[in-house]
């Protein structure tokens, strides 16, 4: 009997062991409190230029793959929400594939506050502590992902460190003074990192969860050259060259995707896993999210977008970009 006792206190030391180191290698997160502001206005989409028949094929083919929601923005106005399970536009999603461009519209805050010069200086000019050849690197390779490191993380960390030191506050705090309050957005997460100095620090490369309504909010940034409802938040033309390739041929601007064939040349896109999508097409301030399961294999990138744009007033058929024209590419 008392065997027993011992194996059944052995077991139970096991599990409770396995479970605490379960708890412990999941990541710590940081929850920033906000009280939203008032939601974006909506009209229909009729009232913002866009035929039904577009939105119904969008829906037709996303609600086949697996898409819990899609979202439709024009000029500032919410214009379609179509959901499926039990998401609403109050859902939080993590969506850590659209994580880094936070970092980049930063930075253009950063220049707005006169914090950050340029973006054509070294990396050593901000963060003395960074020597040799990564000190070398500019902002704008850390941005355009053209410096040495082996991965884009190094990149968007490095920009956060930058980040913290011009303006003398942690990165959680950058998000939600110069990004999150100002746009009128709610409480968010952001995933928790021990550094190499022994500090704790958030993630700025991934896993920030936040409302679907504030994704589309950071959506009408990127598709309106860094104003939100008349606010600038980045000095004119920022915001543009994030959307631009960074060099001839080129797939990406500042964290965003540029590449890919679509109904009008201006669509830029941000990816996370599950072919989840935030479309932005600034010639006609329109923004397209799509929020979901991996849809499979017959996944087509230019459907949702191609049938919305198109139904879209204002729309022109694609016309094909200049590759020979510099002024096509961002300054690099």
């Given at each position: 009997m008392k065997a027993l006792s011992y194996v059944f206190?052995?077991?139970?030391?096991?599990?409770?062991?396995?479970?605490?180191?379960?708890?412990?290698?999941?990541p710590a997160r940081v929850v920033v409190e906000l009280v939203p502001g008032p939601p974006q206005p909506k009209v229909s989409p009729?009232?913002?230029?866009?035929?039904?028949?577009?939105?119904a094929a969008a829906v037709e083919?996303?609600?086949?793959r697996r898409t819990h929601a899609l979202l439709v923005a024009r000029g500032g106005h919410l214009v379609f929400e179509k959901y499926w399970d039990d998401m609403t536009l109050d859902s939080e999603v993590a969506l850590s594939g659209f994580t880094p461009v936070l970092a980049?519209?930063?930075?253009?805050?950063?220049i707005n506050d006169k914090q950050i010069p340029s973006i054509d200086l070294p990396i050593s000019f901000y963060l003395p502590e960074v020597g040799g050849d990564r000190g070398a690197v500019t902002l704008r390779q850390l941005l355009s992902r053209q410096s040495p490191a082996p991965d884009a993380t190094a990149d968007v960390e490095q920009l956060a460190r930058v980040l913290e030191k011009v303006s003398q506050q942690g990165y959680d705090v950058v998000i939600r003074e110069k990004l999150w309050k100002p746009l009128g957005a709610g409480?968010?997460?952001?995933?928790?990192?021990?550094?190499?100095?022994?500090?704790?620090a958030v993630r700025a490369d991934c896993c920030l969860g936040a409302r679907l309504g504030d994704w589309m909010r950071v959506g009408e940034l990127l598709a309106n050259d860094g104003?939100?409802?008349?606010n600038q938040f980045a000095p004119p033309r920022y915001v543009t060259t994030m959307l631009t390739p960074t060099h001839r041929?080129?797939?990406?601007?500042?964290?965003?995707?540029?590449?890919g064939t679509f109904a009008t040349r201006d669509v830029a896109r941000l990816e996370s896993a599950g072919k989840q999508r935030l479309w932005v097409v600034p010639?006609?301030?329109?923004?397209?999210?799509?929020?979901?399961?991996?849809?499979?294999?017959?996944?087509?990138?230019?459907?949702?977008?191609?049938?919305?744009?198109r139904a879209t007033s204002g729309w022109q058929p694609s016309t094909t970009i200049d590759r020979s024209d510099p002024k096509n590419y961002a300054p690099h």
């Open positions: 206190l052995a077991v139970c030391v096991g599990v409770l062991a396995f479970g605490i180191h379960r708890v412990t290698q999941e009729g009232e913002a230029g866009i035929d039904a028949a577009g939105l083919y996303a609600g086949a980049a519209l930063a930075v253009g805050t950063a409480s968010f997460s952001l995933a928790q990192q021990r550094l190499a100095d022994g500090r704790d104003v939100f409802e008349a041929d080129s797939p990406v601007g500042f964290f965003t995707h540029v590449d010639s006609l301030k329109l923004v397209i999210l799509r929020v979901g399961g991996d849809p499979g294999d017959d996944w087509d990138e230019a459907m949702i977008p191609d049938s919305i744009i």
